[in-house]
């Protein structure tokens, strides 16, 4: 069973910068695709961004690119996402996933962490 447990999440002003991380269970790394995505109050879950299995291939949500940044740390079994340049726009609870494929269906993916709300206050 893959257990997915975010932080880093908490209130900040425009423009600033948040780095969020996501610990996996073991063996998660290389096993899963791992991803974040982002649910606003009243909208829908999106995607933000994600490495493939092989670790070689990101891909970033258009709406992101240029702002934030997913890494990994393989030796911590962690995921993280900088974000900078924040805006009201990001508020959101961020959740980390696991899944097959880093696709931008968010009911493609397994595993669901329980998330972290991000405030971004003007």
């Known amino acids: 069973q893959v257990q997915l447990v975010e932080s880093g999440g908490g209130l900040v002003q425009t423009g600033g910068s948040l780095r969020l991380s996501c610990v996996a269970s073991?063996?998660?790394?290389?096993?899963?695709?791992m991803g974040w995505f982002r649910q606003a109050p009243g909208k829908e879950r999106e995607f933000v961004g994600a490495f493939a299995r092989n670790g070689a291939n990101l891909y970033y949500a258009d709406s992101v690119k240029g702002r934030f940044t997913i890494s990994r740390d393989y030796a911590k079994n962690t995921l993280y996402l900088q974000m900078n340049r924040l805006n009201p726009e990001d508020t959101a609870v961020y959740y980390c996933?696991?899944?097959?494929?880093?696709?931008?269906?968010?009911?493609?993916?397994?595993?669901w962490g329980k998330g972290t709300l991000v405030t971004v206050s003007s």
């Open positions: 073991e063996r998660t790394f290389g096993t899963y695709a």
């Open positions: 996933a696991a899944g097959s494929q880093p696709i931008s269906n968010p009911p493609a993916w397994a595993y």
